[in-house]
């Protein structure tokens, strides 16, 4: 496979993401915009501020630009509008409600005792307040002249202000400026610029995700492998075949015999006969390189697979050059897992490429011809459920933990059953300086499942995936003579 055209799939796979997340976001965007809004303004639900002290104040709203720098944004109006709607908890108390310059309102609070709101959750509605203690007692908020927008109501009403360059907190309060605060609040913003910004937004993620796409597919262009000639027969005429079997006597017991079709991915991994005790301790070290790859390759993978999901269900045909790519870079994968902590099988350094090379592990699938296009729609998620299960034990996920106040969850982990069986091998390999055979060909069956279910939810076969762990370096599974053997009559012995 041309190093050029992995690149080009690798980009196209990361253009045709970044496409995809800007596509899926503006159009998150878009039925917000058309659902979410009342009078134009997107806002927040109903919250219920109540406090004991003088008023109830935000943090301050640093909205002033640095030294030398331009307040071209702000002066155009694109922080848009806003809207603090109020309704007083007791009708017979009006509430006042202003934004006004930070400087200004902490000297008019100075020593009052107060509120401020600390943190707003809006899933659920939830504000926590910062105690400010003061002795002193406000004169009424109206009196004060440096408010740039004010309301007092008694029952429901909006403040609006059109966000301006500055550093701004806001107030609320009783309008006699008594103890005491209670009302529900909602907070609103309109953006006019918003609707223009989303549809740029789902067109460049078009754009980029069909050019990705297209990278993805080009690139992917002459990576398909060549079918091989059959082999020709020395002297043999054009239309030679094979011999037919010879017939057996009338007088035998002949029993039809069939041989079961081998699994499509075929995977191996030979143990080397001698590894290095202590080296396997910095293999997680020496492998960061293929790390590093394999994540852009997995990137690449994943949105490959998408793009077969769709050739497939169209064409019922999986384009061979993005299936040989995938099967590349599940190889690779696998030899790099084998070297490490999916088998440590290994000391050879695993090869930078996507083809088959001379390796202790191999792996490969075999190309189908066709598949079917409703099983794709099923296949990767619904009909693998049970497999996903089983891999999520072998290759981790099992959680254990403890309860984190801070977090207020529980933490914690454990390594798959995988990973649990290779590091005893590990330590048996330290103080022994031998890999116990029984647990490399157990971890050979474990990750030939894992594989298996890989290869299948990545739409490259529509075999099931076997319930069953073949063991050891070769993969046999599926070979073998299903049904009775011919029995000979009695006098009969082979010739």
Do not use: C
């Amino acid at each position: 496979m041309k190093a050029g055209r992995i690149v080009m799939i690798i980009i196209g796979a990361l253009v045709a993401l970044i496409g995809f997340g800007m596509l899926a976001g503006g159009t998150a965007a878009l039925v917000a915009y058309a659902t979410q809004r009342t009078d134009g303004f997107f806002q927040t639900g109903e919250v219920r501020l109540a406090s004991a002290t003088y008023a109830i104040t935000s943090d301050r709203v640093d909205l002033e630009s640095e030294p030398g720098e331009s307040d071209w944004l702000i002066d155009r109006g694109a922080l848009g509008t806003v809207r603090l709607t109020i309704d007083p908890g007791r009708p017979e108390t009006p509430i006042f409600a202003g934004i006004g310059p930070t400087p200004d309102v902490r000297q008019y609070l100075d020593d009052v005792s107060r509120d401020v709101i600390r943190d707003f959750e809006l899933s659920p509605d939830r504000v926590t307040f910062r105690r400010v203690n003061g002795t002193a007692t406000p004169a009424p908020p109206e009196e004060q002249g440096f408010w740039v927008a004010q309301l007092t109501a008694d029952a429901e009403g909006a403040l609006t202000w059109e966000v301006e360059s500055g550093d701004w907190t806001v107030v609320m309060m009783n309008a006699d400026a008594s103890r005491g605060v209670d009302l529900d609040a909602r907070l609103g913003i309109k953006l006019d610029w918003l609707l223009p910004a989303i549809i740029g937004l789902m067109i460049g993620g078009i754009v980029l995700l069909a050019g990705g796409a297209a990278l993805v597919i080009f690139g992917s262009r002459g990576l398909a492998r060549r079918e091989e000639p059959a082999p020709a027969v020395v002297g043999a005429p054009a239309a030679w075949a094979p011999p037919a079997a010879p017939v057996a006597p009338a007088t035998a017991t002949a029993v039809a015999v069939r041989r079961a079709e081998p699994y499509p991915l075929h995977l191996t991994g030979h143990l080397d006969d001698e590894l290095s005790r202590g080296l396997w301790l910095v293999k997680w070290l020496l492998a960061i390189p293929h790390y590093i790859i394999l994540v852009f390759l997995w990137i690449a993978f994943a949105v490959v697979t998408v793009i077969a999901f769709f050739a497939i269900l169209f064409t019922g045909r999986y384009p061979r050059g993005l299936f040989d790519f995938n099967v590349g870079v599940l190889r690779w994968s696998w030899r790099v897992g084998f070297y490490s902590f999916s088998a440590l099988g290994t000391d050879r350094y695993p090869p930078f490429t996507l083809d088959e090379a001379d390796y202790p592990a191999e792996l490969s699938v075999r190309y189908p011809e066709q598949l079917s296009r409703g099983l794709v729609l099923v296949k990767w998620w619904l009909l693998a459920i049970p497999h996903y299960a089983l891999v999520a034990i072998f290759g981790g996920g099992w959680w254990i933990g403890w309860w984190d106040p801070s977090e207020d969850r529980w933490t914690g982990a454990m390594p798959g059953l995988i990973g649990v069986l290779v590091l005893f091998a590990a330590v048996a390999l330290l103080f022994s300086g031998r890999y116990p055979r029984s647990i490399f060909e157990f971890v050979m069956g474990l990750n030939r499942w894992v594989y298996r279910v890989v290869a299948y939810a990545a739409l490259m076969t529509d075999r099931y995936p076997p319930f069953r762990l073949d063991q050891g370096d070769d993969d046999e599974a599926g070979v073998g003579e299903v049904g009775m053997a011919e029995a000979a009559p009695p006098g009969m012995t082979d010739s």
